[in-house]
């Protein structure tokens, strides 16, 4: 998604520069193919080098970038608007702290990293949000209702909340239209099978065994 909104910024004229992690596994620091597609957009693309826990639950756990600072310091000389992706990250902290003090607007795409935590997790979560806890000037994006609820509930009345409703576009083919059946059949799939689509890593956490086993 960070890709997809930095591509199409760059397509509207903006100035767009992507400051990412270079973490993509446990505890191995190498570069992500994530911003890769960027390449020829316009965007300009700068891993900063990280360190993890690599006993951490989930897919990288948390993140410590000692270089952020600096590097993004000199960013802020010239952006006019910072959007973070993730809330529990040391890089969003200190870009939040260095947009504050320059006075530059400051949003965050969160992607569900807010939500109340238990265990482990939970307890470290905690220890985080006191010592990052959200200011007045921080502006959230939600991507639909029931994450906006998720987020009041968890920040309060005074967070400044935007709804933006994913712009995944939806298909206006039908299933009898040649391109579709085309494809199915170029996937050896049977006309009336039902079939679908996983877009996302196939790692334990995001549940795929429970989907399949669901459906």
């Known amino acids: 998604m960070a890709g997809s909104q930095a591509r199409e910024l760059a397509r509207r004229g903006h100035r767009v520069r992507v400051l990412t992690s270079d973490l993509i596994g446990k505890g191995v620091n190498v570069k992500p193919p994530t911003f890769e597609v960027l390449s020829g957009s316009g965007v300009s693309v700068r891993y900063i080098h990280s360190l993890s826990a690599s006993w951490w639950p989930g897919s990288i756990g948390p993140i410590l970038n000692p270089s952020a600072r600096p590097t993004l310091k000199g960013t802020m000389e010239w952006a006019d608007v910072v959007l973070a992706h993730e809330w529990h990250h040391s890089m969003t902290q200190v870009a939040r702290r260095l947009a504050r003090r320059s006075a530059t607007p400051f949003f965050v795409q969160h992607h569900g990293s807010i939500r109340h935590r238990t265990g482990r997790k939970g307890a470290l979560h905690t220890v985080f949000g006191v010592l990052h806890r959200p200011h007045a000037s921080d502006h ?3 991507i639909s209702e029931p994450e ?12 400044t909340i935007f709804e933006v409703p994913n712009p995944m576009a939806l298909t206006t083919l039908s299933e009898d239209a040649s391109s579709v059946r085309s494809r199915r059949a170029s996937w050896s799939l049977p006309r009336n099978a039902r079939v679908l689509l996983y877009a996302h890593r196939i790692v334990r956490n995001k549940g795929l065994d429970l989907l399949i086993q669901a459906l």
Not at 148 to 159: F, T, Y
Request: proline share 7%.
């Open 140 to 142: 959230w994006i939600a």
């Open 148 to 159: 906006h609820e998720e987020l009041r509930a968890e920040l309060g009345p005074q967070a």
